[in-house]
């Protein structure tokens, strides 16, 4: 994250195409795919899809918390975000 925040931080100082061009190469050159993946989803505004739907994320977290269908869905009645359920499962 702090290479990226530095990469904003230069490229908004910097006014020259060929500047900017040079920081997003030593950025895609020092950073995990994954990293990229979000530089790109952050400039463009488009978000990756995710690998797995909320339909499986839900499966998968009752199944690893031991618990039936019914009650996942309380909690997640209750509490309103998908992923502070799992979290706090």
Partial sequence: MKKFAK?????????QTGGKVDLMLHYFRSVSDEDKLWMIALFTGRRPKRVANSALQREWATELAGIPIWLFDECYATV??????????
């Fill in 80 to 89: 309103g975000d998908l992923s502070e359920t799992i979290s706090l499962l």
């Fill in 7 to 15: 990469l904003f931080f230069d490229l908004e100082q910097t006014e």
